[in-house]
């Protein structure tokens, strides 16, 4: 392992100051499930790490009817996976904590993590795209606010300046007779990174689906919205023949990618099939609701 310069700001504002001065060569320290794991390998090197756990008001979970769900920057993807809340109005973002890694890490790792790393495979971003999250950002100026769709710029990469912190997720209450859903393939049955994820989240108007936002995760180099299907499907209903014909406009919206993990192809079908079975889950769900 490389040495590293260690800091554990107690304040945003120095922590901003620490960051600058590494001029992108530092690291946030929140969960450390990966960050630590790729130190030790020689994967990343950072010059330093800086640790957030001490900063005061980046943990929690909280909802109310206006803004809807806050996840603090600190909160656990295990808070996250058992929160009531979380599971009865965002059963997508719930199932994709259920699915991410092991118990073990899921009491460590942070959701902003999971966004920060900005993985194609990544769990969590898929149906927070779903739900129209967007991010709340520090920097010395000030904060700023940019949707989860705008924030990935890259594997790997987003759109996080050198001296910024991410503070917090934040996603709408969901309409009336929406239901939610995310599905993931992988090579085993846990503890696996994503194939092909899908997240769907959908609202009815009685027969019809009134609005739908459709996204595919480790089929591109960022999540995607599915914008071709997601149109099939908004102002209709939702019968059997449309959802084949969203299917398949979403198997030819993907990019993916031959690897070790599955052939371009494979994961291109994948695409159709968890599609046909998110959109009929969360179709399900939205008609218990009504």
Known sequence: MMRFEY???????ETAAILARFDGQAKILAGGTDLLVEIKENIRRPAGVVNIKKI???????????????????????????????????????????????????????????????S???DTP??????????TIFNPAGERTVPLTQFFTGPGQTVLAPNEILLAITAPPPPPHTGKAYLKHGRRRAMELATVGVAV??????????????????????????????????????????????????MAQARPISDVRASADYRREMVGVLTRRAIRQALAQARDSI
Request: aromatic fraction near 2%; charged fraction near 15%; glycine fraction near 8%.
């Open 126 to 135: 898929p149906p927070l795209i779903a739900d129209d999250a967007s991010v």
């Open 56 to 118: 005061p008001g980046l943990n929690g979970l909280s909802y109310n009817d206006t803004s809807g769900l806050t996840i603090g920057a600190l909160t656990t993807v295990r808070a996250v996976e058992t929160s009531p809340l979380v599971q009865q109005r965002y059963a997508g973002l719930a199932q994709a904590a259920r699915e991410l890694g092991s118990i073990q890490v899921r009491n460590r790792a942070t959701v902003a993590g999971n966004i920060c790393r900005a």
């Open 7 to 13: 800091y554990a700001p107690t304040t945003l504002a």
């Open 120 to 122: 194609p495979s990544a």
């Open 201 to 250: 989240t959908l609202t009815l108007d009685g027969d019809v689906c009134r609005q739908i936002r459709l996204v595919l995760g480790a089929v591109a180099p960022t999540p995607i919205r599915a914008t071709e299907a997601e149109a099939l499907l908004n102002g209709a209903p939702l019968d059997d023949a449309r959802i084949e014909q969203a299917a398949r406009a979403a």
